[in-house]
């Protein structure tokens, strides 16, 4: 009997270093404000980290033009 692999994520979240998280997949994002942002399984999606950006919850490459640099890596 063969062994069977796992199915692929249906949603994938990716940190870039000194940047922004990567989103893949089809998501509800909700935020402070109780804002709804239904991401279909489009684009990947940016979210800020920096905490930066203009277009909050989304990356607007904030954390290029002020120098960002996230926290030390988990080990």
């Known amino acids: 009997m063969s062994e069977q692999l796992p199915a692929e994520p249906a949603v994938v979240i990716k940190t870039v270093d000194n940047g922004p998280y ?15 942002y239904d991401l279909g399984p489009g684009r990947t999606k940016l979210l800020c980290r ?20 996230a926290a030390e890596r988990s080990s």
């Open 22 to 36: 990567q989103v893949k997949g089809p998501i509800r994002l909700v935020d402070h404000d109780n804002n709804v």
């Open 50 to 69: 920096c905490g930066m950006s203009e277009t909050k919850p989304f990356c607007d490459g904030a954390h290029v033009r002020n120098g960002f640099v």
